[in-house]
């Protein structure tokens, strides 16, 4: 599957939906984690964005989202 910035938004977490991450061209459904619990993560993240960037302020790295199936590809 291949999603626009804009289709990803929609799989923010919420009511049911799925919660679904970009890096680096890559969408990881990161749905079964604890710590993204209804499309929040931290309180800083939202699911259905990319984070290529702000994975890079994280204080663990990319391998921590190597754990979650990719479901897709991030469109230009």
Known sequence: M???LAELA???GREGRPAYVAFRGKIHDVS????WRN????AMHEAGA???E???QAPHGEDLLQRFPIVGTLAE
């Open 2 to 4: 291949k999603l626009s």
């Open 10 to 12: 929609k799989f923010d």
């Open 32 to 35: 079964g984690s604890f710590v």
């Open 50 to 52: 990319d984070l290529t």
């Open 39 to 42: 499309g929040r993560h931290q």
């Open 54 to 56: 702000a994975l890079a």
